[in-house]
């Protein structure tokens, strides 16, 4: 069964600190989220990216997050300048149609 | 606006139990998709099932099956003869179209299940 990855596992970062999160989507997905889950809370859109520019994106999603595409299999989250409050879960996913995700199994990103 | 609760935040149950996990959602639209994660300690979300809005037969899988109740709003879950590992966090969602034709999951605040031995 094809997988969406996501690396690394676990990754943390000094406050301040740029952090850019990887996922490898299936390969024949067009569509492509981020969601983002603070511990112990409910799992939260952030962003969705279709046709190489974003489609939807959260309040959630300020000046300091940013997606890519840069060679047409990665997808990638970047955080600027991490706060302490960035510290989660963060999943990726995609799907061939706009529902029906197949979902990462998460980064879990910690500020420290 | 659309929206997702689950108003059991946690449930113990003993092994061999039946426990069924309430959802109960709001939306103005007449196509919409609902479905159930889980996610174990090890935090990844496992696809559990997706229902479309025309489909309101109930579905049975293993010891898991599925309520879907249009008239009330509800997608419940239930287990039978829970196992301790069924342990997890199970969450309800929902599909919300966007302005952009793109789809986004509301997702509800989960329901803690504690199966003991």
């Known amino acids: 069964e094809p997988e969406v990855t996501q690396t690394p596992s676990h990754q943390v970062t000094q406050m301040g600190q740029e952090v850019i999160l990887r996922c490898v989507p299936i390969?024949?997905?067009?569509?492509f989220y981020w969601y983002r889950q603070i511990l112990g809370q409910k799992v939260e859109f952030l962003v969705s990216?279709?046709?190489?520019?974003?489609?939807?994106k959260s309040e959630i999603f300020d000046d300091q997050f940013s997606v890519e595409r840069p060679d047409g299999s990665n997808f990638t989250l970047k955080i600027r300048s991490t706060k302490l409050e960035d510290s989660a879960m963060y999943f990726c996913a995609s799907s061939v149609r706009n529902y029906g995700y197949t979902f990462g199994s998460g980064t879990r990103l910690t500020v420290v | 606006a659309q929206k997702v609760t689950q108003a059991q935040t946690e449930i113990s149950v003993v092994e061999k139990e039946d426990v069924t996990l309430d959802c109960v959602y709001e939306?103005?639209?007449?196509?919409?998709?609902l479905f159930w994660y889980k996610q174990p300690p090890s935090g990844e979300l496992v696809f559990l099932i997706r229902r479309n809005s025309f489909d309101e037969q109930n579905e049975i899988s293993g010891r898991y099956s599925w309520n879907f109740q249009k008239s009330t709003s509800s997608f419940n879950f239930t287990i039978t003869a829970s196992q301790v590992v069924d342990s997890a966090v199970y969450f309800c969602?929902?599909?919300?179209?966007?302005?952009?034709?793109?789809?986004?999951?509301?997702f509800g605040t989960g329901t803690r299940l504690k199966v003991l031995a």
């Open positions: 990216f279709y046709n190489n520019e974003i489609s939807e």
């Open positions: 390969s024949n997905h067009l569509y």
């Open positions: 939306t103005r639209d007449t196509t919409y998709y």
């Open positions: 969602a929902l599909s919300e179209p966007t302005t952009s034709g793109t789809y986004k999951y509301i």
